[in-house]
């Protein structure tokens, strides 16, 4: 059968503030999440051999462990087969996300496996549950499997009310290295965490760039794990004053909303001096789709 291309793309939280820890040790959080256009992109072809391969960028994790191969055994896995029917998928994945980045890379890439394989296989499995098939293998799933440009999300992250935001540009910096999420977790706990927020979705899209309100409760155990992740926060805050400089997920990527042409003039001439191993680069919030 032909081969179908898709792009996965990644996201960025505005912002994360823990609520609470659950009886498995997850910890509940509320965050907006947004897509961003820094996309993977993954080529599916599917067969009826009963065989699932991932070739292409495996970044040194093992096929079977990783998050693109597990979504489409999954899935198969859910599929209700008539007898001596099998599924197959030839998956390419082509990385440009980096791992570790608290960008959500192999989330998307499992989100998409899901979706694109539920459409051609045949299984028209509703979106939603789709999104519980992938909150199995991450919290950052069901977000991509959903269509929101922008959700605001509760639970672990499962829980979604899309919102609108306006398009923005934003200037990501990762300082190339890989932060274990569940180290953050682990240590978040000394560094306390924001109360629960008490506005409206309503409000949340004119409040959200707003530093006072809104922080990233991981972002000092990240910076404890990571020093390189404090210097380039430091940096860019430094930079912008009055800007609003945020790390993503549990890092290692920090970004930086300009607030006038002065501060987008101010990241740029950053950019040239950016160290060679870091990527540093302008995204666009505005929908993919
Ligand atoms: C930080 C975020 O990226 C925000 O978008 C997500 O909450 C991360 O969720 P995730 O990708 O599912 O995280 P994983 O990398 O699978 O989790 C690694 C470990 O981090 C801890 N973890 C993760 C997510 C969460 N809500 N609470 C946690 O305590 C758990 O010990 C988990 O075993
Ligand atoms: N296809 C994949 N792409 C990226 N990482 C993968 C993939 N499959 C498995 N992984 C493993 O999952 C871990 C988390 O990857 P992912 O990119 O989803 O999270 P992240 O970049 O840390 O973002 P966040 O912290 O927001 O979840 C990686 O460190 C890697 O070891």
Redesign the pocket.
């Known amino acids: 059968m032909a081969a179908h291309t898709y792009l996965a793309p990644a996201?960025i939280?505005w912002f994360?503030h823990?609520t609470g820890?659950?009886a498995d040790?997850?910890?509940?959080?509320e965050?907006v999440?947004q897509r961003i256009d820094w996309c993977d992109e993954l080529t599916i072809q599917t067969t009826d051999d009963g065989v699932i391969t991932l070739t292409g960028d495996l970044s040194g994790v093992a096929m079977t462990a990783n998050l693109a191969y597990r979504a489409a055994v999954a899935l198969r896995d859910r599929a209700e087969l008539p007898k001596g029917h099998s599924l197959g998928a030839r998956i390419h994945l082509a990385k440009n996300i980096p791992m570790g980045a608290?960008l959500?890379g192999?989330?998307s890439n499992a989100a998409t496996v899901l979706t694109a394989l539920n459409d051609l296989w045949g299984l028209d499995f509703a979106n939603q549950t789709l999104q519980k098939i992938g909150l199995t293998?991450?919290?950052?799933?069901p977000?991509f499997v959903s269509d929101f440009n922008a959700a605001f999300?509760t639970g672990?992250?499962e829980v979604l009310t899309p919102i609108d935001l306006p398009a923005r540009e934003l200037f990501l910096v990762n300082p190339n290295v890989h932060v274990?999420?569940?180290?953050?977790?682990?240590g978040f706990r000394r560094f306390g965490f924001t109360p629960s927020l008490d506005v409206s979705l309503s409000e949340l899209p004119d409040l959200l760039p707003n530093h006072q309100v809104f922080s990233n409760d991981?972002e000092k155990s990240t910076f404890e794990i990571a020093p390189a992740v404090a210097h380039v926060y430091e940096v860019l805050s430094a930079a912008m004053p009055d800007g609003f400089v945020r790390m993503?997920?549990?890092g290692a990527t920090v970004f930086a909303m300009p607030m006038d042409g002065a501060q987008r003039q101010v990241l740029d001439d950053w950019r040239q001096v950016c160290p060679p191993d870091w990527q540093c680069r302008w995204v666009s919030t505005a929908s993919l789709f």
């Open positions: 996201k939280n994360l823990i820890r659950r040790g997850y910890h509940t959080l965050t999440f608290g959500g192999g989330s293998l991450g919290a950052d799933v977000f999300a672990v992250g274990p999420t569940a180290q953050v977790f682990s991981l993503s997920g549990s």
